[in-house]
């Protein structure tokens, strides 16, 4: 498809906006209307399981003995063309959301979160076995919900299972990482899936590198002009990663201007946030791997030895702020910094990885906004350019909270992870804007 260059600001005019409002209105009405109906539709369905096991416990049949449940769930499922198994996976699903998540459940009867929201508070709570620690955890979550994405919702759902948890993430790590292994799933039309069950800084540095590597290929065969290589991103980072297990190296797709191969150079970056206790030893609190989450200590502290493919950031123990940056440059250092404070996009919802955002001015440079941290913040281009030409406004706090407010004259808040957990490699900058609106 043919793509046309076009940037310009529009704005909206009374009466439009008075129509998209009473749009947004009604899909935010919609939205509580359905959140309310997933939570009868969990009532229910934890009520027929309740039937099922009172039936069995009438017959003084054995706990495995669960046909009344069977049996019940199969009803439901020709009522609602589902299969029987989903519908008993429901029923689980529903009494662990009632019973052990009820403040969770109060706020999606509210219509004040989504089923996906709830979703990711269970799941990532569910390893919490002790009530206290769970209610712990259950309020922290739904204290900082508003105006959370799912996706969002559950990387600070994922955090604050690891605060709460009273098992060390080394205890469970020994374990989990006992279990790693690699194996091969098939798929229809001559396809197949390479798994692999490893550590995760390991899967995320591997990641990385991919990446790298299919961006170096990708703008080198756009520079040349003449290449016909039309693959896009995910199909040369899926060759690059097959070309590496068979052959050790990545493959002279892309030879630099000496002939050699300016692959060879790519590496991989991940960064941690590590807990000054930690990185010295008198503690073992998690630290946290980009686009992840929590890690062991053992891990952490053998990456910040010196490693070159690691980059470090150091955080205040009580304020969990950036502390130092591991740079002599200021400029480095400023944009580690940014990186590292907003982990992603910072327009609501998004989630899309740092380095693959520009950091932009949130007050125009030619407008005068100075190139400070208090003036910047990372947006995917998409959003980027949603800001400059879609009738979007943000303003830049001190903290580095950013209000947005829409073109029909919503305002939320987008506020930065209070612990610094991230940056990416320097080596991989986002493309040059062509001027060309992104696919969103």
Same mark, same amino acid.
């Given at each position: 498809?043919? &793509? ?15 129509? *998209? ?33 009172? $039936? ?15 049996? $019940? ?10 299969? #029987? ?10 009494? +662990? ?8 459940? @109060?706020?999606?009867? #509210? ?15 569910? &390893? ?24 969002? *919702? ?32 098939? &798929? ?29 290929? /990708? ?11 039309? &693959? ?51 503690? #073992? ?23 070159? *493919? ?52 949130? +007050? ?9 941290? @208090? ?20 303003? /830049? ?28 490699? #320097? ?14």
């Amino acid at each position: 498809m043919t &793509r046309t260059s076009f940037a310009e600001r529009w704005d909206l005019d009374p009466a439009r906006r008075e129509v *998209l409002s009473t749009i947004v209105d009604g899909l935010a009405s919609a939205e509580r209307v359905i959140a309310n109906a997933e939570a009868a539709k969990a009532m229910l369905l934890k009520a027929a399981q309740d039937n099922g096991l009172e $039936i069995l416990a009438e017959m003084g049949a054995p706990s495995g003995w669960i046909l009344p449940v069977r049996a $019940i769930a199969a009803d439901i499922a020709v009522a609602t063309n589902a299969s #029987d198994r989903t519908i008993r996976g429901r029923m689980d699903d529903a009494a +662990v959301l009632i019973e052990q998540f009820p403040a969770t459940f @109060t706020a999606l009867v #509210d219509g004040r979160l989504s089923r996906g929201h709830a979703t990711a508070v269970t799941e990532e709570g569910l &390893r919490l076995t002790d009530p206290d620690a769970r209610g712990r955890y259950e309020q922290l979550v739904l204290e900082r919900a508003a105006g959370q994405s799912p996706g969002r *919702l559950r990387a600070i759902a994922k955090a604050v299972a690891e605060e709460c948890d009273p098992t060390t993430i080394a205890e469970r790590h020994e374990v989990a990482f006992a279990r790693r292994k690699s194996w091969v799933e098939a &798929r229809e039309d001559g396809m197949g899936v390479f798994c692999l069950l490893t550590g995760a800084t390991e899967a995320r540095a591997m990641q990385n590198r991919a990446t790298s590597l299919a961006i170096t290929i /990708h703008r080198a065969n756009r520079a040349d002009g003449a290449s016909e290589d039309e &693959r896009t991103l995910d199909q040369i980072r899926a060759d690059v990663v097959a070309d590496v297990m068979l052959t050790g190296i990545p493959s002279a797709h892309v030879a630099d201007e000496s002939g050699g191969n300016a692959l060879a150079a790519i590496h991989a970056t991940v960064q941690i946030t590590i807990p000054a206790a930690t990185l010295t030893g008198i503690g #073992d609190d998690a630290a946290f791997l980009a686009g992840h989450g929590p890690i062991d200590p053992d891990t952490a502290r053998r990456l910040a030895g010196g490693a070159t *493919l690691w980059s470090r950031l150091f955080t205040d123990p009580d304020t969990g702020c950036l502390r130092t940056v591991d740079s002599y440059v200021p400029t480095a250092a400023q944009k580690r910094f940014l990186r590292a404070r907003d982990e992603h996009c910072r327009f609501p919802g998004c989630r899309r990885p740092v380095m693959r955002c520009d950091l932009d001015h949130t +007050v125009a440079h030619s407008a005068g906004g100075p190139t400070a941290v @208090t003036n910047l913040a990372a947006l995917c281009r998409a959003h980027h350019l949603l800001k400059h030409y879609g009738n979007w406004t943000a303003h /830049h706090g001190a903290d580095g909270t950013i209000t947005w407010c829409s073109p029909t004259g919503r305002t939320m808040q987008d506020v930065p992870a209070p612990v610094v957990r991230f940056i990416p490699s #320097d080596d991989v900058d986002p493309p040059p804007w062509d001027g060309d609106p992104p696919d969103f």
